[in-house]
T-cell receptor, first 113, second 112 residues
Framework: NAGVTQTPKFRILKIGQSMTLQCTQDMNHNYMYWYRQDPGMGLKLIYYSVGAGITDKGEVPNGYNVSRSTTEDFPLRLELAAPSQTSVYFC????????????FGPGTRLTVL | KQEVTQIPAALSVPEGENLVLNCSFTDSAIYNLQWFRQDPGKGLTSLLLIQSSQREQTSGRLNASLDKSSGRSTLYIAASQPGDSATYLCAALRSNDYKLSFGAGTTVTVRA
């Protein structure tokens, strides 16, 4: 049982490049989330999903896109990377948002130069 | 909009001292309050979850209290150890949309 896995661990992008951050969970959770964490700040919700085929925006969705074709995978796409997207990105999943905690992946540290 | 604040931002204590970490939130319409631990370069690990109907939750040396009416939660760590050094984040789950609002965290250093 690996929990929530994320790849890559680190990445440096040039301004204007695109990339996909991968997230997979093996706990059969319906709910999945993408957060970003900037230095000295709390985590901010980018996008979330309540099940395969269903996604919705969080607090800071601009510059990102998501898809959810399976229960296990929830990739985050960055189009036209900007320096403001330099951050640490965390994927999380939960069984039930009210009764259960969220389980987090190890994070992807992204730098845009 | 839910604002979650954690003060102080950093704390350094000698080994064996009890730790008291504070969390305040502006909107009392929460479903639960959660405490997480984050080690450098790692993801978040859940420590305690307190439902809105509860006053406290305990796990080993950790005890968390919740006072919804005053918008406060406190995490107590008894007899601190160097292994407790980490950043501790609290997060409030909003009742209206089941989303977490996070504080910025308190970074704890326990000196041997």
């Amino acid at each position: 049982n690996a929990g929530v896995t994320q790849t890559p661990k680190f990445r440096i992008l040039k301004i204007g490049q695109s990339m996909t951050l991968q997230c997979t969970q093996d706990m059969n959770h319906n709910y999945m989330y993408w957060y970003r964490q900037d230095p000295g700040m709390g985590l901010k919700l980018i996008y979330y999903s309540v099940g395969a085929g269903i996604t919705d925006k969080g607090e800071v969705p601009n510059g990102y896109n998501v898809s959810r074709s399976t229960t296990e995978d929830f990739p985050l796409r960055l189009e036209l990377a900007a320096p403001s997207q330099t951050s640490v990105y965390f994927c999380a999943s939960s069984y039930s948002p009210g009764a259960d905690t969220q389980y987090f992946g190890p994070g992807t540290r992204l730098t845009v130069l | 909009k839910q604002e979650v604040t954690q003060i102080p931002a950093a704390l350094s204590v000698p080994e064996g001292e009890n730790l008291v970490l504070n969390c305040s939130f502006t909107d009392s319409a929460i479903y639960n309050l959660q405490w997480f631990r984050q080690d450098p370069g790692k993801g978040l690990t859940s420590l305690l979850l307190i439902q809105s109907s509860q006053r406290e939750q305990t796990s080993g040396r950790l005890n968390a209290s919740l006072d919804k009416s005053s918008g406060r939660s406190t995490l107590y760590i008894a007899a601190s150890q160097p292994g407790d050094s980490a950043t501790y984040l609290c997060a409030a789950l909003r009742s209206n949309d089941y989303k977490l609002s996070f504080g910025a965290g308190t970074t704890v250093t326990v000196r041997a």
